[in-house]
């Protein structure tokens, strides 16, 4: 191990959790479950496998907390027993390997398919304003549909939604849950001022726009505790036509709300300032001097988990509060990823076209371990 990466393999506390090192295998949509939002064996041997580093911190894939907030084939639930069966074996075989594992709440908004959700069960398409998803540059390719706008009685009732997910997941066996309100999906549909453009309490100022992102926060750290709730943010990111002329304001005040709320919150996970989180390697001209050190500064020493285009050098310099969250590139093709870098071993190249390959076991639990390397990439 270089001395540069050492940082990473000190232990830390998160929530309840004795973490022993600070790669963060990040949420990665693989669209492996059933078409009835089911995982099964295909994922077990999958999470299992990026266990087995003792003491890992996981963070599961986006999982739908209701029907009505899916809108996405081959996408796992966490709303029925079976779901709630089929991560239960997941979580087992994590926590047999002495790792952890958080379950990421997902509803998607205006991003779904709205034919999926049509056929999932006769729901709308709906956004915190009637504002269509112009940009296609995502996995799943749709034709622009006018969403509806969430009435107010619908916003209080997806609270409760992420309330129950939250505590379907403990019964599931999670550690905790992290909040997906990033990417463009419904909570950051309704952060934003350019998909929220609302003139009731749920938009127009900053406090409004929050509402519903804190409300949310709020009730699943009411479900299952301060220690195992997180979120998930990503200010800079342009994916699914977002991006705030300037983003700090909003998301930094958020961050201090949650802060001053539940100071004990597990975690916040950022995203840096990137064109593309799913596509794009570099920085845009805009945000090429976009930063999230106001959020960072206002979390204070808490756990910060910071993901988007870090490499071995970036998670090295990581301070005494952060850890480096890993995904596209790194989690998805190598699965001892830990070990990798302690030992200074070489990565293993990805196959994207096999990333979003639904029930598939190739490019998902086929990639090789560190001793079964035969090509690598610097």
Not at 242 to 262: A, C, S
Not at 295 to 319: E, N, Q, T
């Amino acid at each position: 191990m270089t001395s540069s990466l050492a940082p990473l393999f000190q232990p830390i506390r998160v929530g309840n959790l004795d973490v022993q090192h600070r790669i963060v295998m990040a949420p990665l949509t693989r669209f492996r479950a059933s078409k009835a939002h089911v995982h099964g064996e295909l994922a077990k041997t999958y999470y299992g496998q990026r266990a087995g580093f003792p003491g890992t911190l996981i963070i599961t894939e986006g999982t739908f907390i209701a029907p009505q907030a899916a809108g996405y084939a081959n996408v796992p639930g966490i709303w029925n027993a079976d779901q709630i069966a089929g991560w239960k074996a997941i979580t087992d075989v994590v926590h047999a390997k002495g790792s952890f594992i958080f379950l990421q709440l997902w509803a998607l908004g205006r991003a779904a398919d709205a034919a999926i959700l049509k056929e999932d069960g006769d729901f709308d398409l709906v956004a915190p304003s009637p504002i269509p998803l112009i940009d296609n540059y995502t996995p799943v390719k749709k034709e622009p549909v006018v969403p509806r706008e969430l009435t107010v009685s619908e916003i209080k009732e997806y609270t409760q939604l992420y309330s129950k997910a939250a505590s379907n997941a403990i019964e599931a066996g999670f550690d905790g849950v992290e909040i997906h309100s990033a990417n463009g999906y419904l909570l950051d549909q309704f952060l934003q001022d350019v998909t929220n453009k609302r003139t009731d309490n749920y938009g127009g100022s900053v406090e409004n726009r929050l509402r519903f992102p804190l409300a949310v926060v709020d009730a699943v750290v009411k479900a299952v505790g301060a220690e195992r709730t997180a979120i998930r943010l990503s200010p800079w990111s342009k994916f699914q036509s977002m991006g705030m002329k300037d983003p700090l304001p909003t998301f930094t005040t958020l961050v201090e709300r949650i802060r001053d709320t539940h100071p004990n919150l597990a975690y916040i996970h950022v995203i840096a300032p990137r064109t593309n989180v799913y596509f794009e390697e570099s920085l845009s001209k805009e945000n090429q001097h976009g930063t999230n050190d106001p959020i960072r500064k206002a979390w204070g020493d808490r756990p910060y988990i910071a993901a988007g285009g870090l490499d071995r050098g970036d998670v090295g310099s990581l301070d005494r509060s952060g850890t480096g969250g890993l995904g596209r590139g790194d989690a998805i093709e190598i699965p001892d990823l830990p070990l990798r870098l302690k030992e200074n071993v070489a990565l293993t190249p990805y196959n994207r076209d096999t990333f979003y390959t639904p029930e598939a076991a190739a490019g998902y639990i086929d990639y090789p371990f560190s001793g079964e390397v035969t090509s690598v990439r610097a």
